[in-house]
């Protein structure tokens, strides 16, 4: 797979089993059938699997053999944080604990009463990032995104679970959601969106990432751009079985052009997955976009 075509994997029976496991049995059970799952995927996903081991290996410069153990434990690493997605949902919140860097820019950034944009990626949970802001530092945490999902699963989420515990923030070809995302800011809420998974057609911008040029979507940096609203780049990583840490960067508090915010934002990425290798979730050839 060349190309991020916008859609979440997933089949409807494998949700429906791995709540089930969690809510009766506990999260340890739902943790060591996942490495059984996860070890099929790497087996026969060939297309993910390949490209994530040459994606280290070209990129890290890693042997072959420590690109596949890597892979294979990516696999696993994304499965869990899956997994840890449906326990949240399910109440468990007691069950994590996190550490978070920096935690007092987005203090700073909600008394200084004009909301917040975060940018993020697909590098780590990005959906526990969400659930653990909400009602810590802001009531209302609103995620921009595709919704692309498979309706089936995104229904049954909402009735097994309540669905998450942010709001949802739908990209739309009427541009409706630039509305959505200033009333937000205007509330003073935070508004969190991914600027790393650029989709054919869409506009993007060339920037150098792992020694590399890579596309990147312009909207996120133009939205950043355009509100007068304080920017700051946010990643919540898995550190430990029940662990996560979260990070800040120091908001960007002046007009930059979205050039200028891509550039910063692409430096931070390039920070954190050097720093959490393994938990690059992104499958597809992220270097070949042209």
Do not use: C
């Amino acid at each position: 797979m060349s190309r991020w075509d916008g859609k979440t994997r997933g089949s409807l029976t494998g949700y429906k089993i791995f709540l089930f496991f969690i809510r009766h049995l506990g999260l340890g059970f739902a943790y060591t059938l996942l490495r059984i799952v996860t070890y099929y995927y790497y087996l026969f996903a060939s297309g993910p699997r390949n490209i994530l081991i040459q994606f280290y290996q070209n990129s890290f410069h890693f042997s072959k053999e420590k690109a596949r153990k890597l892979a294979r434990r990516n696999f696993y690493i994304f499965g869990q944080t899956l997994v840890d997605r449906a326990a949240f949902l399910l109440g468990k919140v007691d069950t994590f604990s996190h550490t978070f860097e920096n935690e007092q820019y987005l203090v700073d950034i909600r008394n200084a009463g004009k909301g917040g944009i975060l940018l993020s990626a697909h590098v780590g949970n990005w959906e526990t990032a969400g659930n653990l802001l909400k009602g810590r530092i802001t009531p209302t945490i609103n995620i921009v995104m595709l919704d692309a999902e498979v309706e089936s699963i995104k229904k049954f989420m909402q009735l097994s679970t309540g669905g998450p515990k942010f709001n949802v923030i739908p990209i739309k070809n009427d541009l409706s959601h630039i509305i959505s995302i200033r009333n937000a800011l205007i509330s003073n809420e935070f508004v969190a969106i991914h600027a790393d998974r650029y989709l054919d057609g869409a506009k993007f911008i060339e920037m150098e990432f792992l020694g590399k040029t890579a596309r990147f979507p312009m909207g996120p940096f133009i939205i950043a751009s355009k509100f007068d609203a304080p920017v700051t780049f946010v990643f919540a990583t898995k550190d430990g079985t029940h662990s996560y840490h979260l990070s800040a960067t120091e908001p960007i508090t002046v007009r930059l052009k979205p050039e200028q915010i891509a550039r910063q934002y692409v430096q931070e990425l390039e920070r954190k997955v050097r720093q959490y290798p393994e938990q690059w979730f992104n499958y597809y050839d992220f270097f070949n976009n042209g």
